[in-house]
């Protein structure tokens, strides 16, 4: 089955299972460090919940989308992240001990790895150059998914309890798997040969993809720190209610969307990948540093407003720039290998703001994030000036 054979109803089943895919995860995500305060759990283990996130991310991600790549299959994966989001939802629900916390966040790891194998299956739907589009596409669903979850998380917990979120998260995530049955798969070619151990240290070799690999561990560290860690715990500090944490949602998410469509179509046409990038880092270093100093929910959705537009430029260029030289049957491969590597940030963010934030309050592990965007800020300008150079001698070093 060729891309082309494809419906628009195939597009429109797989759209609706990444929308709640995700969503099932992020129903609970800005009240999960709040409500682990309330079990009592202190900052540094606040950041070792949230980091086991990351965790199996980083052991799984690889070998699934190896494992995907050498049997030639997507959907299996598929289904096995709808049900371990489903787990992991219950798993909060029906338990009430900050151990199981733990379990069930890194269940949910378990769910986000299977990820990998969404991006490479909808990159299978378009040919060419459209592939660039496609991740553009998937990333504002995904956006579109973790805003409607993370937007009424506030309000589900004022209205009906800490729990409404698992309850309702494990609801949506039972009918992404059953939804996903009705995926369809492109068969692949039959010239293509499964993956061999060789082709992965190839992969892995790529220049760009390392390159990408490297900004988006600080990517998804500053991420997990700052939005889907410890900035609702700022909002509650000053004196926000629960409810009110929707509105600091909306306040990110939504210029995260917007930014995940036009840093692709206008701003890394007009001013290149790398120069894009440097902005996006230099600003989200910018908007997090002010963080700990705003002591009003105006100031600090404020904050979230930049924050959530110059975060959201980076991400759908990662996922274009991570596969762009890779051949398709090892696609699978090299995300697994981007996004096993990004977990590293999704792991030691949290993990290293906890424990900064144990021993000085949460303003230390702000300023640890700005610090790092200052960094991938300098990555981006080097690499960019790097490209313009090897462009005057008529040599890639990316394809070096």
């Known amino acids: 089955m060729q891309a082309q054979q494809l419906e628009a109803k195939d597009h429109i089943v797989f759209v609706f299972v990444t929308f709640m895919y995700w969503a099932s995860q ?12 309330y079990k009592g759990a202190s900052y540094m283990l606040i950041g070792v919940v949230l980091s086991s996130y990351g965790v199996t991310q980083l052991l799984l991600r690889l070998p699934i989308g190896v494992l995907s790549d050498y049997r030639q299959v997507r959907r299996p994966f598929i289904w096995l992240g709808m049900v371990t989001s489903l787990l992991s939802c219950l798993g909060f629900a029906v338990t009430d001990h900050v151990g199981w916390a733990l379990f069930s966040r890194a269940v ?3 769910s986000a790895s299977a990820w990998v194998v969404f991006t490479v299956l909808y990159s299978s739907y378009f040919t060419g150059a459209n592939v660039t589009k496609a991740m553009s596409t998937i990333h504002f669903i995904t956006v579109s998914a973790q805003l409607m979850g993370m937007g009424v998380s506030g309000y589900l917990v004022s209205r009906w309890g800490w729990n409404a979120p698992f309850w309702i998260g494990a609801g949506v995530a039972f009918l992404g798997l059953a939804l996903s049955f009705l995926i369809r798969e492109p068969k692949p070619e039959a010239s293509r040969k499964p993956i ?11 220049p760009i ?35 009110s944490l929707g509105w600091l949602v909306v306040a990110f998410m939504l210029p995260h969307a917007v930014a995940s469509i036009v840093a692709g179509r206008y701003f890394a046409v007009r001013f290149g990948h790398w120069p894009t990038l440097a902005i996006g880092f230099a600003g989200s270093a910018a908007f997090t540093v002010v963080i700990p100093y705003a002591d009003t929910m105006l100031t600090l959705c404020l904050t979230q407003i930049g924050n959530g537009f110059t975060q959201g430029m980076g991400f759908p260029l990662f996922l274009g720039m ?74 890639s070093l990316d394809r070096k």
């Open 26 to 37: 992020y129903l609970y995500t800005p009240i999960l460090s709040p409500y682990l305060e």
């Open 108 to 110: 949910a790891g378990i």
């Open 196 to 206: 061999e151990p060789k082709d992965l240290a190839n992969v892995m070799k790529e």
């Open 209 to 243: 993809l390392l390159k990408v690999s490297i900004l988006s561990i600080i990517a998804h560290g500053m991420l997990f720190i700052t939005m889907y860690g410890f900035t609702p715990l700022q909002a509650l500090k000053i004196g926000a209610d629960k409810e």
């Open 322 to 395: 991570a596969i762009q030289y890779i051949e398709s049957e090892k696609r699978a491969t090299a995300m697994g290998f981007y996004q096993a590597i990004y977990s590293l940030g999704i792991f030691l963010g949290p993990f290293l703001a906890g424990w900064l934030n144990s021993g000085g309050g949460l303003a230390n592990g702000f300023i640890f994030a700005s610090l790092s965007g200052l960094l991938a800020a300098g990555l981006s300008i080097y690499w960019s000036k790097a490209e313009k150079r090897s462009l005057t001698t008529g040599v």
